[in-house]
């Protein structure tokens, strides 16, 4: 099984299963992170609670943050994979194609399918952004550990920062709207009775996406979070 | 009406490309693309210039040598067509187009427009056959084949080789290809003994040749000139995926 795995990444349709899994994993986790933040709405004391629950849930049969830590092992594992194929996929295509076109029109592809690439790095370094700001608190100017309520209203006061995370949010919307749909193709449970299907998941889901999470920080910024 | 060309000229594999602009005078609207360079090549010749490289067999779309990129389009911009199959009534006069060859490492140029296609060849001997027994000929539907595997074999099979899916995908990925052969055999019962081994066979060839992975664009389905769609990809990774990890 083992020895199976492994010939199977080495080809380039094992390498795009595994973005398809990882990719599967990320796409359920913004969608509960995105209903997570909806909790905002609830004022200082349902998010916060929301957010205590997280670190505490399964207690006392496990210990505190058992489950904030698998979900945070699985998300790493997830993204450190699905990037390193992404890598070593966008290099086979590039090897694939030394010398370009000096004409090239494009028939049918759209914004969103060309620019995975470019959407997934722009991902990555909001990733980074997101945790430091977040989590770490290291990228906030006003971080109180225990308080996560009150670094979401301070930090989205600001329209800069309300700038940098809905363009964020577009960027993953517009990877979806290509990926959900890839991401059936890839593992061959797309057919041509299902297609408009997932299509149209595809698209549901990115406006959906992209709709919940940019509530919160304008909320925040036209008042209606405070 | 008159044109301006731009065409790729390289005199060999190895040797440095450029394009060189040419004017054709009074085409008739109603040649086709490849009787238009024709008219070129014998005006070249003439001149004792070298006449432009372009392969090209049966002119009747089906036997899959011909192919250029027209003006930054696989076998140019009619859908379902290949490039012998064109018409210059397509054409206005005055247009300035682009003729470059395939691009794609595991499709070397052998000479201006041509370009050496075996990796398809290779991808084929390493599993698109069935293999079957020698005797007399056996019954017509000895073998029973459901009308729905048989429609979808045989849209699969109208795959002629050409190698515009190579030659528009963003990653030179010779998915829609590999897919339309394995797909072809693997949907009928003749195919199954060796559907397993002739899927991981034929998908290991053609990363072996260099061809770059599928991102599920679509732009190969959009210029194919027998229009095998995107379905066959899915039956591909399907197919890989299960014999892989049975
Ligand atoms: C929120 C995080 C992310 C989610 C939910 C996500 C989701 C997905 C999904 C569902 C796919 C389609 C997989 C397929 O075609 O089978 C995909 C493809 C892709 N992703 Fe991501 N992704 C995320 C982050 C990233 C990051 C950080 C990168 C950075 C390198 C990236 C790069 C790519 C690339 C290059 C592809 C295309 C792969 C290919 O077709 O070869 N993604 N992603
Ligand atoms: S799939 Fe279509 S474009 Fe690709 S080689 Fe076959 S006929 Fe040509
Ligand atoms: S020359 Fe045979 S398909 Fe064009």
């Known amino acids: 099984m083992a020895a199976a795995a492994i010939a199977l990444y080495r080809s380039s349709i094992g390498k795009k299963a595994v973005m398809a899994i990882t990719g599967i994993i990320g796409y359920g986790f ?66 694939g194609r030394p010398t370009g076109y000096r004409v090239k029109r494009r028939v049918q592809a759209n914004f969103a399918s060309l620019t995975l690439r470019w959407g997934g790095l722009a ?43 809905l363009i964020a949010v ?42 919940g999470f940019a509530t919160v920080p304008l909320s925040v910024l036209g008042g209606l979070i405070r | 009406m008159n044109l301006t060309l731009q065409v790729w000229r390289q005199p060999a594999s190895a040797a440095n490309g450029r394009f060189v ?13 490849l009787e238009m360079l024709d008219v070129l090549n014998q005006q070249l010749i003439l001149a004792g210039d070298e006449p432009i490289a372009f392969d090209h067999d049966c002119r009747e779309g089906i ?27 397509h054409f206005k006069d005055g247009d300035q187009l682009t003729l470059e060859p395939w691009r794609a490492s595991a499709f070397p140029i052998v000479k201006d427009l041509v370009v050496d296609r075996g990796a398809f060849d290779r991808i084929i001997q390493a599993g698109g056959y069935v293999s079957v027994s020698t005797g007399g000929v056996p019954d017509a539907n000895a073998i029973p084949v459901p009308k729905e595997s048989a429609d979808r074999a045989m849209d699969a099979a109208a795959c002629i080789g050409c190698g515009a899916c190579v030659a528009a995908c963003p990653n030179a990925s ?15 019962p003749q195919g199954q003994v060796e559907r397993s081994r002739r899927v991981l066979a034929m998908v290991a060839q053609m990363d072996e040749e260099g ?11 959009a210029v194919c000139p027998k229009e095998i769609k995107l379905d066959v990809i899915a039956q591909l990774n399907r197919d890989l995926l299960r014999a892989s990890l049975r």
């Open chain 1, 30 to 95: 913004v969608i509960m992170h995105m209903v997570g933040n909806l909790k905002m709405f609830e004022g200082r004391d349902g998010f916060n609670h929301y957010a205590e629950f997280l670190r505490t849930v399964g207690e006392p049969a496990v210990p505190e943050r058992t489950l904030l830590w698998i979900i945070r092992i699985v998300l790493l594992v997830a993204v450190t994979a699905h990037v390193t194929a992404a890598i070593q996929l966008t290099r086979q295509g590039v090897a």
């Open chain 1, 123 to 165: 991902l990555v370094l909001f990733l980074i952004y997101h945790l430091a700001h977040f989590t770490f608190g290291v990228a906030h100017h006003d971080f109180v550990r225990a308080d996560p309520y009150h670094n979401v209203v301070s930090a989205f006061s600001n329209p800069a920062i309300v700038g940098v995370y």
């Open chain 1, 170 to 211: 577009a960027a993953l919307a517009m990877h979806l709207f290509h990926g959900v749909w890839s991401m059936f193709q890839t593992l061959g449970l797309n057919r041509p009775s299902t297609d408009r299907l997932w299509r149209g998941l595809a698209v549901i889901s990115a406006l959906g996406l992209f709709a």
């Open chain 2, 21 to 33: 602009t040419y004017q054709v005078r009074d085409v008739s609207p109603d040649m086709s693309f």
């Open chain 2, 63 to 89: 036997c899959g040598s011909c192919g250029m990129v027209i003006d930054g389009i696989a076998h140019g911009g009619q859908r379902a067509t290949t490039a012998c199959q064109l018409h210059m009534r």
């Open chain 2, 174 to 188: 010779a998915m829609l290809f590999t897919g339309a052969k394995v797909a072809h055999l693997g949907v009928l």
């Open chain 2, 211 to 221: 061809f770059g992975g599928c991102t599920n664009i679509g732009e190969c389905a």
